[in-house]
């Protein structure tokens, strides 16, 4: 099954591909290797203070849709991706709080959704006091390419 159909069968439209909001580029290949800048979420705000772990989870996934949105910009088809490699998520939370791994999950969930197998990768996911714009979460991601 393409990506195409499986994502229609999620009941999933990807977004347009943000554009760059600074001097970087949304993606660089190199080689078998596709690189996708982070992408932040619409969601503004502070994990641990004024958002929920699950506001914070569908913030991921947002993310994650704006990275499959910018490795369909790239690739010209999600069924280029080979593999998800490594997503590298920030939080925007308190220092007390712990559950970054949940509010990735956001993403992580999607990818293992929309590629099965495929979707399963290594990941970070850590804390930060401040993220551009305000924002809750930010995520990067590196896929395999063929």
């Avoid at 569908?58 to 949105?69: I, K, P, Q, T």
């Amino acid at each position: 099954m393409s990506i195409e159909t499986k994502l229609a069968e999620l009941g999933i439209t990807l977004p347009e591909a943000p554009a760059p909001a600074a001097n970087y580029v949304p993606f660089v290949i190199s080689g078998n290797m596709l690189f996708v800048s982070g992408q932040i979420s619409a969601l503004k705000g502070k994990l641990g203070a004024d958002l929920a772990v699950e506001a914070g989870a569908e913030a991921a996934r947002g993310c994650g849709l704006a990275l499959l949105a910018q490795a369909n910009a790239a690739l010209g088809s999600l069924d280029r991706v080979k593999r998800v490699v490594k997503l590298g998520g920030f939080v925007n939370s308190t220092p007390e709080f712990t559950d970054q791994p949940e509010v990735i999950n956001g993403c992580s969930n999607l990818m293992v959704e929309v590629f099965g197998d495929r979707g399963r990768h290594a990941r970070a996911a850590v804390s930060a006091p401040a993220l551009p714009r305000g924002v809750a979460v930010e995520i990067e991601a590196i896929f395999e390419i063929e």
